[in-house]
Antibody
């Protein structure tokens, strides 16, 4: 059974960089066939897809966040990571990592989510 | 970006009722649509993929239909454990986008 777990600071100061890691267990990121995505949810709001990475390192970012987002992968640790720079209070959200199946594109496994608050 | 709309934004129904949610895409997305259920404090859970395929392990009271721009999600007999917010999501074009959600509760 594939499991994803987000980790990282729950509090980030304005203008700093938000950094989160997603650790995948029960399956190898290097096996291919999946994109690995980050999705966020502002408090009480809907879901916003941030972007994805393939095990090879190829990425796609949501244009709405592209200038501030970097997603990277460490296949040796079976992890992928999110960096969001120059954060403001508007970046306060629950951040989820998810597996994005290529065979029939869907987010079939999700992490539990982690709340990141941007505040001084 | 492809914009997704859902209606209603919320609904109340009785246990055993048939519940229907609609999702509309701003352009033709064929059948490239998924449905998710999110309970409070939890991550979304995939229920339906490719507009009408039931994800493994999901109860058969959940179903989906549609293609093009108009889609429907149905709970044939509402159960207390179905209290949640339901989201549609398109994957025809990048970026992937979600509908605003429909909150379902018990009357």
């Amino acid at each position: 059974q594939v499991q994803l777990q987000e980790s990282g600071p729950g509090l980030v100061k304005p203008s700093q960089t938000l950094s989160l890691t997603c650790t995948v267990s029960g399956g190898s990121i290097s096996s291919g066939g999946y994109y690995w995505s980050w999705i966020r949810q502002h408090p009480g709001k809907g879901l916003e897809w941030i972007g994805y990475i393939y095990y090879s390192g190829s990425t796609y970012y949501n244009p709405s966040l592209k200038s501030r987002v970097t997603i990277s992968v460490d296949t040796s640790k079976n992890q992928f990571s999110l960096k969001l720079s120059s954060v403001t209070a508007a970046d306060t959200a629950v951040y989820y990592c998810a597996r994005d199946s290529l065979a029939s594109v869907r987010f079939d496994y999700w992490g539990q989510g982690t709340l990141v608050t941007v505040s001084s | 970006d492809i914009q997704m709309t859902q209606s209603p934004s919320s609904l109340s129904a009785s246990v055993g009722d048939r519940v229907t949610i609609t999702c509309q895409a701003s352009q033709d997305i064929s059948n490239y649509l998924n449905w998710y259920q999110q309970k409070p404090g939890k991550a979304p859970k995939l229920l339906i993929y490719d507009a009408s395929n039931l994800e493994t392990g999901v109860p058969s009271r959940f179903s989906g239909s549609g293609s093009g721009t108009d889609f429907t999600f149905t709970i044939s007999s509402l159960q207390p454990e179905d209290i949640a917010t339901y989201y549609c999501q398109q994957y025809d074009n990048l970026p992937r986008t979600f509908g605003p959600g429909t909150k379902v509760d018990i009357k």
